[in-house]
């Protein structure tokens, strides 16, 4: 059980001093911090595609991009607030790792306004702990059917796998939030700078219908490992005695059914979604470009506004077969729930599921799973995993089947449904995880952070100090027409 690889993308350079105008010299410093936090991302990035897949360090990029992302917003709280200013509309350099592309080579393009530095950066973000999660759950191997693994070390497994549910679903958050929010500003920006006749390219990365897809993809993988959570002592458990019947800490497979129903249906959304037109367009045929005597970053001068390429077929493969493996993997438990719970009489409904599951994970098995022969390596993994994954279940599914068929055939004698009737029974999904709402950092410096709450706070007091000191130090006013004596008795007449 593992979720999606996504390829980091990788950026050009830029400097902040060269853009951004700081009329009072306040921020100089910041600006310069900025840059280089930027800069560290930039090499961490291209670091990170040098290196081997196995040897990928996530957690560094994550821990780079904390560092990056509140200097990020606290350049955009001075630029909205008017303490600096734009010498001109920044340029900003990002590969578009979605986007469909002949040999795998992801296009490097030129994309104008800092709302499209934010959409990148975020989304990079979000593909960083994604791939954090998948490594933390690759590194923990199928412990819960290692016969040796003592109950203590199978609950400390269980929380890290927790740990890979909680990234994901923050990684869910994210890809709403870019989708609702920064898309919607990045779209005005495009528009304004469209007019002004500035190139703006879209790519599939911003194209709200894809981010928004992505969302419901990270929400559904982390289902994925939470049914594997639910599951760990009862597979545990069944290593020695595989088959019915289940042992007494299994959760229900109905329950579980219902989960493997719920990722089908969010897998479902995301794979409509990022196929929706707009977030792709030309799919029946790729899309070839050549950058022969033309500017890579696809300008012909003058204002234009592109639509994206097709979204990369490796990530519409891995939302069609996680349909595929999940929708049989809910028929699996539908099945085993009528033998484990149904009596005698459910003995034909059992083994009609059952048979309906194994037929899917045989074509799973031989179908999508074969790949191509240019295929990078991240695809080779995922592959691999897939194909691993489906032919352990194919085996556990077989187990129950002949189980059951045998009980069947010896003493329920009960006639198997047609496939028409079983889609019939089928319930509907049940959602165990939530997506965890991205909130905004609180800037590094300029309006809304610490320092300048702290700044504001003082110049509010020093000027309340010096209005008291100002009252207290100006003359009482004379009233027209008042004595001025003050000897004792003056004016007193008697």
Known sequence: ????????????????????????????????DTTEARANLRVALKENKRTDQNEKDYLRLVKVL????????????????????????????????LSANLFHNSPRISIPTFATETAFTLLTYAFSISNLARAVVHSLGRYETER???????????????????????????YEHIGKQCLAEWEKEHDRVVSLGISCPRPPDLSREVVIGLSKMALADAQNLAIRKLLS?????????????LPKSHPSPALVAKLHLECVSLYSSARSLVKTPGA??????????????????????????????????ELRRYLADEITLHGALARKWLGVDAGEHGGTSKCGVAVGFLAWAKKELEELRSGHLSGGVMDNDREKEMRERRKARVQEELESTNTFLVGYKRMNDTMSFQPVPPQAELQAMIPAGLLAVAVKPYTKPVPAFGPGSVEYTRRQAEELELLSSETATDTASSPSPSIPGASTKSYAGAEAYY
């Not at 009862?234 to 290593?239: I, M, Q």
């Not at 050549?290 to 592109?306: I, Q, R, T, V």
């Open 1 to 32: 059980m593992t979720s999606y690889l996504y390829e980091l993308p990788t950026t050009g350079a830029i400097s902040f001093s060269d853009v951004c105008v700081d009329p009072t010299a306040t921020y100089i410093t910041d600006i310069a």
């Open 66 to 97: 904390d560092d990056y992302i509140p200097r990020l917003y606290g350049l955009l709280g001075c630029i909205d607030s008017a303490e600096m200013s734009l010498k001109a509309e920044p340029i900003f350099s990002w590969r578009t790792t």
């Open 148 to 174: 040796g693994i003592s109950d203590t070390e199978r609950k400390a497994k269980d929380e890290r796998l927790t740990f890979a549910v909680t990234l994901l679903c923050k990684a869910a958050g994210i």
């Open 280 to 313: 792709s367009k030309g799919a029946s045929k790729p899309k070839i470009k050549l950058p022969f005597g033309k500017d890579k970053s696809g300008g012909s001068g003058g204002g234009s506004d592109e639509t994206g390429e097709e979204v990369a077929p």
């Open 233 to 245: 002592k009862a597979a545990f458990e069944s290593t020695i005695t595989p088959g019915p019947p």
